[in-house]
């Protein structure tokens, strides 16, 4: 099994749709979550941080289920702007000291179409 | 969020020459700065994990001599392509955060550098 998986996509949706997606993650012992989205030919940018109450930032809805071992971002309302690849991130701490590392998941991508 | 600069954000070179890309935490001390290569239409595949004052730990796959990490302040990373070769062509991304207390915070990106090599 893959650190962190996500469905690749595409998500095709009409304007106004309510799209979710899931990030499955592998090791218990990650420590934080991210969601991240990337623009064609763009570096990411972090479009937010995941906790373990669930976290609201406008049109977007984050959870963390961490007895299943997932984290989700819901879209809401989505917007043409919303076109984009989504990519799910997890800290994974490492036994013994060593820093862990953030790992990436290869991202879902989103079309908003009129 | 923090700001990280990376530069330069476009480099042609000749096949054979070498090509330096820095990166750069203007805001804050970065303890750990990642470098991506991704190419067209595929994710981010991560080629090493640096942290400052020590080697750089490489992924599976990819080769420490030609592709030379030098983390040696808290601000700034570099990545020197070396004999860049025209399959070396690629968008190269890097990435700081800072270890505190256990967990990494959120990583910030520089722009990228797309490389071209002719």
């Known amino acids: 099994r893959k650190e962190v998986e996500q469905d690749p996509g595409p998500f095709n949706v009409p304007e106004g749709a309510t799209v979710a997606f899931n990030c499955t993650y592998s090791n218990s012992a990650s420590q934080s979550f991210f969601w991240y989205r990337q623009d064609c030919r763009k570096e990411p940018k972090l479009l937010m941080s995941?906790?373990?109450s669930g976290n609201e930032d406008g049109r977007f809805t984050a959870q963390l289920n961490r007895a299943s071992q997932y984290i989700s971002l819901l879209i809401r309302d989505s917007k043409l702007s919303d076109s984009a690849t989504y990519l799910c991130v997890v800290n994974i701490r490492l036994y013994g000291g060593s820093q862990g590392n953030l790992i990436f998941g290869k991202g879902t991508k989103l079309s908003v179409k009129p | 969020g923090a700001v990280v600069s990376q530069h330069p954000s476009w480099v042609i070179c000749k096949s054979g020459t070498s090509v330096k890309i820095e990166c750069r935490s203007l805001d804050f001390q970065a303890t750990t700065m990642f470098w991506y290569r991704q190419f067209p239409k595929q994710s981010l595949m991560l080629m090493a994990t640096s942290n400052e004052g020590s080697k750089a730990t490489y992924e599976q796959g990819v080769e420490k001599d030609k592709f030379l990490i030098n983390h040696a302040s808290l601000t700034l990373s570099t990545l020197t392509v070396t004999s860049a070769h025209p399959e070396d062509s690629s968008f190269y991304i890097c990435?700081?955060?800072?270890?505190?207390?256990?967990?990494?915070?959120?990583?910030?990106f520089g722009q990228g550098t797309r490389l071209t090599v002719v």
């Open positions: 995941v906790y373990s």
């Open positions: 990435s700081a955060t800072t270890y505190r207390t256990g967990v990494y915070t959120e990583a910030f």
